[in-house]
């Protein structure tokens, strides 16, 4: 399992291509050569960037839906709109599609940011301006989401 960590920015250039920050291609070495998957974030104006190995982990749990409920095939549709599949060239870059990048307003500056077992992949001015809008109430929501977390609960392991 996965446990990625750090902030990065870089730079895409003229035709989508992004370099895969050192730090972060260091920490994924053992998946690489698998491939990932990007897709567009479901909570933020953000491309998610999945090792394959995590990405089949994902879509498992998708696919167990009952596909004779429609709201569970709508949830499969938008959940899989754009996904595409992405591999590092010999120089350690990606491709991030103009559509996908277009569609989260991706333009040159680029912030990866580690979220655990997916890289999330930001405008560097929309991250700035997330970042800047929930710094505020961050506390809080510490307290909400893992206040109640209690290690020996075998049922929150």
Avoid at 86 to 105: H, P, Q, T
Wanted: charged share 25%; hydrophobic share 40%.
């Amino acid at each position: 399992m996965l446990n990625l960590f750090g902030v990065y920015e870089c730079t895409a250039d003229s035709t989508g291509r992004v370099m895969l920050p050192g730090a972060l291609k260091k920490q994924l070495t053992a998946v690489i050569k698998d491939g990932f998957v990007i897709k567009r974030s479901i909570f933020t104006k953000s491309l998610e960037l999945y090792p394959m190995a995590t990405w089949n982990e994902t879509s498992a749990r998708v696919n167990k839906l009952n596909k004779f409920v429609k709201k569970n095939i709508e949830f499969i549709t938008l959940f899989n709109n754009g996904a595409q599949p992405v591999e590092l060239d010999a120089n350690g870059r990606m491709l991030i599609m103009k559509e996908l990048s277009a569609s989260v307003s991706i333009k040159k500056d680029i912030v990866m940011a580690a979220a655990v077992d997916c890289i999330q992949v930001w405008d560097k001015k929309t991250y700035d301006k997330f970042i800047k809008e929930k710094a505020s109430s961050y506390e809080s929501l510490a307290e909400e989401v893992m206040g109640n977390f209690n290690p020996l609960d075998p049922n929150q392991n």
